[in-house]
């Protein structure tokens, strides 16, 4: 598609519990990105891939969180036993190769840990 | 430690003036700037860019311009229409490409 799918778009989870939230990149995207944005702070920046390889992981808590990107399914990032402070808006973005127009983002996924 | 930084979390400007946005950077690394523009509940989205190359780029109603020395950018708007009331955030990628660096916006409100 022409859009960079999230879902879903909210997810309430209480503390301790599994979250897991997907991104389907634009086809032929090749570069797909996650990002975290706290209380309408900065983006920060989470993991990347290219294709179905992490490319950047630098951005990713070294504990409870994970991310996937497999070939023919979405990519996923989850977070195993949630705490208060992983609420936040998760924004996807894919690429295709090139960054000289920036990404191209989804509408993010809100989670609300509780 | 935030490397972009936009100090303005929020700007009022009336309808038909100029709405200048700044954005600050630490790294000198950065080489790729871009703009994006938020609307609630929806993505970011890309807006204009500039290469540290340049200190000017220019698109319609919207000009970017950057000052290497003082790792500084800026969005200007002229003329500021209500619609383009929403978060712009500026965002900074290193010659690697690897990932865009973003600073935690600033929200336009346009008054008609």
């Known amino acids: 598609g022409e859009e960079v799918a999230q879902t879903p778009k909210h997810l309430v989870r209480g503390e301790g519990q599994k979250a897991k939230l997907y991104c389907a990149p634009i086809k032929g995207h090749s570069y797909v990105f996650w990002y975290q944005q706290v209380l309408k702070n900065e983006f920060k920046f989470l993991i990347s891939f290219q294709n179905e390889n992490v490319f950047d992981e630098t951005g990713m808590p070294k504990e409870r969180f994970s991310a996937k990107c497999l070939p023919n399914s979405p990519c996923s990032l989850e977070i195993q036993a949630t705490k208060l402070e992983d609420s936040a808006v998760y924004f996807c973005a894919s690429s295709p190769g090139t960054l000289l127009n920036g990404y191209t983002f989804g509408s993010g996924t809100r989670l609300t840990v509780v | 430690d935030q490397q972009v930084k936009q100090n303005s979390p929020s700007l009022s400007v009336q309808e038909g003036r100029i709405s200048i946005l700044n954005c600050d950077y630490t790294?000198?690394?950065?080489?790729?700037f871009l703009w994006y523009k938020k609307y609630p509940a929806e993505g970011p989205t890309f807006l204009i860019s500039?290469?540290?190359?340049?200190d000017k780029n220019e698109d319609g109603r919207f000009t970017v311009f950057l000052n290497k020395s003082a790792k500084h950018l800026s969005l200007h708007i002229v003329p500021s229409q209500p619609g383009d009331s929403a978060v712009y955030f500026c965002?900074?990628?290193?010659?690697?490409?690897?990932?865009?660096?973003f600073g935690s916006g600033t929200k336009l409100n346009v008054k008609p």
């Open positions: 965002a900074a990628s290193d010659r690697n490409f690897n990932k865009f660096y």
């Open positions: 500039i290469s540290s190359i340049k």
């Open positions: 790294n000198s690394m950065f080489d790729y």
